[in-house]
């Protein structure tokens, strides 16, 4: 039997970062999906651990360590955490310990309308994946029929629900919808329930690496999406974050980096662990895996700061022409 009252950690075992405590958990609960992204950093995984699924006691054993360590908000993603078959029973055993709950989820499940009335109740923020408002460019990325229908008919369960949670989106930058972003902002935006909107680079991970020079964006792509996007947050108040571009990038529009606003936080995931399927925890301390500073980076005073540079792969492939070493007293 396991106790689930809320534990007050000691302080011998409380996670610190420069000084502050660790308080955001992130969870790979599942190594399955219905879909298969072109994108997917978690393809590689998925097909490694897919049949070692995580034991319902094991999830449980995970949060009351993790919430004594000091953890106050979990994060459940996958994978497709909605296809963990505990999901429901987790995120009660999570609520009762007193966690802020979140899932990363592609919507499928969140679709049916009885699964859904099991799981937004127990959720105080969702990010849904949608790369597209229109249905063909999303399905094509998704490399799933009918996904974004499924996405359409998600929204409308959790505009519905009491209370309500707060909804994020996830959007994928690619070759294939960059023509469409501002146009996709602008409908999540008007949706009425969605709050926040993060564009995210393509990171060069998984099927991400094996389609990136198929798929990838060039930076200068991205610079003048960045007024756009700026525009369309002042108008409606949805909150836009870029995420895994340097900011130099994004030129003068400065609130729109995820970077500034990430915060630390410790991963629980399947690994080999003394030569065996296990659980592993990785510590990050900031956003920038994979990424790193080009040698034009190197007089920038935001580095290390504000800003955790370029993806490799994509510097490898493409150079530094694109980045420009900012000076400003400002961040």
């Not at 999906?33 to 999830?59: D, L, N, W």
Request: aromatic share 8%.
């Amino acid at each position: 039997m396991y106790s689930l009252t809320a534990p007050s950690p000691p302080p011998s075992q409380v996670e610190t970062h420069a000084g502050k405590t660790i308080e955001r958990l992130e969870i790979h609960i599942s190594s399955v999906c219905g879909q298969a992204c072109v994108f997917c950093s978690e393809s590689r995984r998925m097909e490694t651990f897919q049949k070692h699924p995580i034991s319902y006691e094991s999830m449980i054993k995970t949060l009351i360590r993790k919430r004594q360590d000091g953890c106050k908000h979990v994060t459940f993603t996958g994978g497709e955490p909605t296809l963990y078959p505990h999901l429901p029973r987790v995120l009660k055993a999570a609520k009762k310990l007193g966690y802020r709950t979140y899932i990363t989820t592609d919507a499928s499940r969140l679709s049916q309308k009885n699964y859904a009335s099991k799981v937004i109740p127990l959720l105080d923020e969702i990010c849904i994946s949608i790369h597209s408002n229109k249905a063909a460019t999303h399905d094509i990325l998704a490399k799933t029929p009918g996904s974004f229908k499924r996405v359409l008919a998600a929204f409308s369960h959790i505009a519905t629900a009491s209370p309500q949670p707060y909804l994020l989106t996830n959007t994928v930058l690619t070759r294939f919808n960059i023509d469409q972003i501002s146009e996709t902002v602008e409908f999540l935006a008007q949706s009425g329930i969605v709050r926040h909107c993060t564009i995210s680079n393509l990171a060069p991970d998984g099927a991400g690496l094996k389609n990136f020079e198929k798929i990838a964006c060039r930076l200068r792509q991205m610079t003048p999406l960045t007024k756009s996007l700026s525009d369309i947050s002042r108008r409606t108040g949805i909150v836009v974050r870029f995420f895994g571009t340097p900011l130099c990038v994004l030129g003068n529009d400065w609130d729109l980096p995820n970077d500034l606003h990430w915060t630390p936080r410790v991963t629980v995931e399947r690994g080999m662990v003394g030569g065996q399927v296990g659980l592993h925890e990785i510590f990050s301390p900031h956003p920038g895996r994979m990424r790193f500073y080009a040698p034009k980076c190197k007089n920038c005073s935001l580095r290390e700061k504000s800003c955790f540079g370029v993806f490799r792969k994509y510097y490898n492939l493409y150079g530094e022409d694109e980045l420009k070493p900012l000076q400003t007293k400002n961040y």
